[in-house]
């Protein structure tokens, strides 16, 4: 099962090698990580996505919430949390299929952000079920490059992951 774990960190030299490593040691594979700094400057935020069951990922969070550099930590169930990906797709593109290509683009939402006489170059947002759809539906025309950044998410509504580093510092654990 698919599992989006939101890490909040320091936002200071060595924090990603020092997560990443984490996860090598303890035998988990991520299969996405996204990293940006966040409002609060001396933050930034993680989203990795891992495969596994309950008690895995239980596992990953509190070996997470042991490194000094590491806020806080949440699981976001898909339900509660709003996801999105983005991807860049190089594709063919002669006289005979840039108009099919285009209003495939259209369908997908997805906006042409370079173009030449024999490509365009997409960004597409959203779920991974919508990138990996887009991309079936261009690998007919010659998909020649691709690159997707990792998943990033956040938690619906009001609440924050800024909730949970509160109660890690009623905890003596880290001060924002």
Known sequence: MKYVLSVLVKNEPGVLVRVASMFGRRNFNIDSLAVGVTQHPDYSRMTVVVHGDESIVEQMIKQLEKLIEVVA????????????????????????????????????????????????VFEVTGSDEKIDGFIEQLEVYGILETIRTGLISLERGSHTIYEKQKENDENGKNVL
């Not at 699981?75 to 290509?101: C, F, N, W, Y």
């Open 73 to 120: 930590v949440e699981q976001l169930p898909h339900r509660s949390s709003v996801q999105r990906g983005m991807a860049l797709l190089k594709v063919k593109a002669d006289r005979d299929t840039r108009i099919e290509i285009l209003k495939m683009a259209e369908i997908f939402r997805a906006k042409v952000v370079d173009t030449s006489q024999d490509a365009f």
